[in-house]
């Protein structure tokens, strides 16, 4: 099994979308890349944590790739937006890939160029790609939540078109 720590918006949609991808074991929200240790949501939301909304992916490369992991995360979410996935606005939102090997790091400044360099957003990627140096579980109540409450506000509005949009897109690469 391998690990890499994602952020790309809420966790909630993170969470949704990748815990329907084969070779994906385990998705985890929580928080990376911050400079206090174990913060709650609460202290995140305050934006003076450093950390990031983001998911820990524990996946099998032999079911599926790094390079399919990151094909996932660019086209669920959108990395061209500087601390912003639609009206979530913060550092917390921010669009990052915390590597945990530097083969990840490689493959990740790779594909990000190709995506630049063909222009296939409009907008330059402002990703961030940085070293894992932490991550922190949520709260539970954010384990699992678009499972647990896909009748909530957000979720109808929000979680559920991303959710949709994306089985389509990777129908077959679905459990």
């Known amino acids: 099994m391998d690990t890499i720590t994602l952020g790309a918006g809420c966790f909630w949609c993170v969470e949704a979308v990748y815990s329907d991808l084969k070779g994906v074991e385990d998705v985890v929200s929580g928080f990376s890349g911050g400079t206090i240790k174990n913060p709650s949501y609460k202290e995140v939301c305050t934006e003076r944590t450093g950390h990031a909304e983001v998911c820990q992916l524990t996946y099998n490369p032999e079911v599926i790739s790094f390079k399919e992991i990151l094909e996932v ?36 400044e790779d594909y990000l160029k190709v995506l630049n360099d063909e222009k296939a957003f409009e907008n330059p990627i402002v990703t961030e790609i940085t070293a894992f140096t932490n991550f922190y579980p ?3 109540y954010h384990q699992d939540y678009f499972e647990l409450n896909g009748e909530q506000p957000y979720c109808t509005a929000v979680v559920r078109p991303k959710v949709e949009k994306f089985r389509k897109i990777f129908k077959d690469k679905l459990k």
């Open 138 to 140: 949520a709260e539970d």
């Open 73 to 108: 995360f660019w086209q669920t979410h959108d990395p061209t937006t500087l601390n912003r996935q639609g009206a979530d606005v913060g550092t917390r939102y921010r669009s990052a890939i915390f590597y945990h090997t530097d083969e990840q790091k490689q493959i990740a």
